[in-house]
Nanobody, 121 residues
């Protein structure tokens, strides 16, 4: 199996910063896209940022210029550096990884357990 373990959430004041980490472990041959999603109360889960195995990156418009996604392929880990945080960024943040468990298998998406980010004064 494959496990994604997230860390780094918490409570921060508006304008502050947090760094989220998500490490994948288990039966992994390779990882394609890795990304971060978030879900605020009463809202649908939305894509925040995604990074491909080749390093191509996309962000949702609301976080451009404030958030930075990166990955360490040797550690099967994806990061989300969040700066200039706003109350609207409050949500549970989930990481997602498209994992190929064997060379001949198609990639399958796995989710982390979620980490709470609260931006409040």
């Amino acid at each position: 199996q494959v496990q994604l373990v997230e860390s780094g959430g918490g409570l921060v004041q508006p304008g502050g910063s947090l760094r989220l980490s998500c490490a994948a472990s288990g039966s992994i041959f390779s990882i394609n896209d890795m990304g971060w999603y978030r879900q605020a109360p009463g809202k649908e889960r939305e894509l925040v940022a995604v990074i491909t195995s080749g390093g191509s990156i996309n962000y949702v418009d609301s976080v451009k210029g404030r958030f930075t996604i990166s990955r360490d392929n040797a550690k099967n880990t994806v990061y989300l550096q969040m700066n200039s945080l706003e109350p609207e960024d409050t949500a549970v943040y989930y990481c997602n990884a498209k994992v190929r468990r064997q060379r001949w298998l198609s990639p399958v998406g796995y989710w982390g357990q979620g980490t709470q980010v609260t931006v409040s004064s």
